[in-house]
């Protein structure tokens, strides 16, 4: 498809397990961004990609939390020896241009539940 | 803190009704966007508002961006049920790179 894809959409982790959560940006797309929604919530900002540069990663909640777009194109979110707190959705977005001046087109996000 | 405050949070009316959502800041931003999500799905671009005091118009929807750039509201006019989301504000702030959102208003529309 010509969307951005997330995968998995859903995910069940044992506390303490790490996981990898992979974005599809829309090809060309030079702005990837990761954010974290609970229920109900507004998206939280989690990093920033310029291509492959990370210019932006003060939302990640802490060192556990690792974002990588080593080609400018696909990113892999992942948290090591996951908690329960770390339960939510979590929304890949890209945009044509730099942030805040396009449009962010956003994936269906990988539900992660730590149980 | 927020940097973006949203109100109502939940907000549930009749059909036909009109009804508006507030975003505000106490900080000044470059643009502002509204988005709207559905349960399950990403958010989806309403609008982006630019100019200092900008009035655009979306069908039934009334987007206007505060003269200092620090506020916005999103006007709907004669609710319909498929009106029901999750509505957001976002922005970035000066000319950063981080793109933050409000905590949304539920809207639900009963017909």
């Known amino acids: 498809g010509a969307g951005v894809s997330q995968s998995p959409r859903y995910k069940v982790a044992k506390r303490g397990q790490d996981v990898a959560l992979r974005c599809d940006p829309i090809s060309g797309h030079v702005s990837l961004f990761w954010y974290q929604q609970a229920l109900g919530q507004g998206p939280e900002f989690l990093t920033y990609f310029q291509n492959e540069a990370q210019l932006d990663k003060s939302g990640l909640p802490s060192d556990r939390f690792f974002a990588e777009r080593p080609e400018g194109s696909v990113s892999t979110l992942k948290i090591q020896r996951t908690q329960q707190e770390d339960s939510a959705v979590y929304l890949c977005a890209s945009s044509l241009l730099v942030a805040g001046a396009g449009e962010l087109f956003f994936g269906e996000g990988s539900r992660l539940t730590v149980l | ?111």
């Open chain 2, 1 to 111: 803190t927020q940097l973006l405050e949203q109100s109502p949070q939940f907000l549930s009316i009749q059909e036909g009704e009109n009804l508006t959502v507030y975003c505000n800041s106490s900080s000044v931003f470059s643009s502002l966007q509204w988005y709207r999500q559905e349960p399950g799905e990403g958010p989806v671009l309403l609008v982006t508002v630019v100019t200092g005091g900008e009035v655009k118009k979306l069908k039934r929807l009334t987007f206007q961006f505060g003269d200092a750039r620090k506020d916005s509201s999103l006007h709907i006019t004669a609710a319909q049920p498929g009106d029901t989301g999750l509505y957001l504000c976002a922005g970035v702030i000066g000319y950063g790179n981080k793109l933050v959102f409000g905590a949304g208003t539920i809207l639900r529309v009963k017909s």
